[in-house]
C-alpha cells in the first residue's frame, strides 16, 4: 500500500490533472519492483553506462520521472480513461522501459541505449546520460528513445527483444510510448509549446525533482 505520506503528497501534485491517475502511478510502480532499484547496477567489463543512484533516492526520483511523463501526456490530453487496460499498459510502459534502460545489464539494451542518445544527441550524449541514470526520464533521453526505436531493423538487433522481455515488455508496448510521443508534440505544437517545456515543468513538480 501508499504510505499517507505519498498519497497527500500525490494528491497535492495532481493540480489540474487526474490526481487518481498519478496514484495509479505510484501503486503500479510498487507493483513493478524494477522501479525501485534496490541494488545498483553492478558494471560490466567494457561496460559505458555507470551505477545507477543509490537506493535512498530511487524511490522518490525514478517515480516522479514517471509521474512527470504521465502528466505531459495528461497536459496534451491523450490518456485513455483511468483504470481502462490502455492507460495501464501506458503506465507499465513509461515504468518498464525506464527500468530495463536503468537496470539491465544485457549487451543489446546497453548498446541501444547509449547509441540512442549518441545517434540524437550529439556531444550531450554522455551529459544526458549520466542525467538519466541519476533522474530517471528527461525529454532528452525519451525523445532519443523513441527516435532510436523507429530506426530500419533496430529490432532485429540479436537480444533486443529477449532483454526487454526480461522486463514484461516489447515492441508494443514501445509502439504505445511512440504513438503517445508523437501526438503529444502534435498537441502542443498547436498550443505553442515544446514537449520538452511541458515536461521540463511537469518534473519540477513531482518527487525526486533537483529543487528537493
Known amino acids: 500500500m501508499i504510505g499517507h505520506s505519498e498519497t497527500s503528497q500525490a494528491r497535492a501534485l495532481g493540480g489540474s490533472h487526474r490526481p487518481h491517475l498519478l496514484l495509479t ?3 503500479l510502480a510498487l507493483l513493478f519492483p524494477a522501479v525501485a532499484l534496490s541494488q545498483p547496477v553492478r558494471n560490466q567489463p567494457g561496460s559505458t553506462m555507470q551505477p545507477v543512484a543509490q537506493p535512498s533516492r530511487t524511490s522518490s526520483v525514478y517515480i516522479g520521472s514517471v509521474m512527470a511523463l504521465l502528466a505531459t501526456f495528461e497536459d496534451a490530453g491523450i490518456l485513455p480513461p483511468e483504470g481502462t487496460p ?9 515504468i518498464q522501459f525506464q527500468s530495463a534502460f536503468l537496470k539491465s545489464t544485457h549487451p543489446a539494451i546497453r548498446q541501444f541505449f547509449t547509441d540512442a542518445h549518441r545517434v540524437t544527441l550529439g556531444p550531450r550524449a554522455e551529459e544526458v546520460e549520466t542525467a538519466f541514470r541519476q533522474t530517471g526520464w528527461s525529454a532528452d533521453t525519451f525523445d532519443a528513445v523513441i ?32 504513438r503517445l510521443y508523437e501526438e503529444s508534440r502534435a498537441a502542443f505544437s498547436t498550443q505553442g509549446k515544446t514537449f520538452q517545456q511541458v515536461y521540463t515543468q511537469r518534473r519540477r513538480e513531482m518527487p525526486g525533482a533537483k529543487s528537493e
Open 86 to 94: 490502455q492507460a495501464n499498459g501506458i503506465i507499465k510502459a513509461v
Open 25 to 27: 502511478a505510484l501503486s
Open 147 to 178: 527516435t532510436a526505436g523507429h530506426t530500419n531493423n533496430v529490432w532485429n538487433a540479436e537480444g533486443l527483444s529477449e532483454g526487454f522481455r526480461e522486463f514484461n515488455i516489447g515492441k508494443p508496448d514501445f509502439d504505445i510510448l511512440a
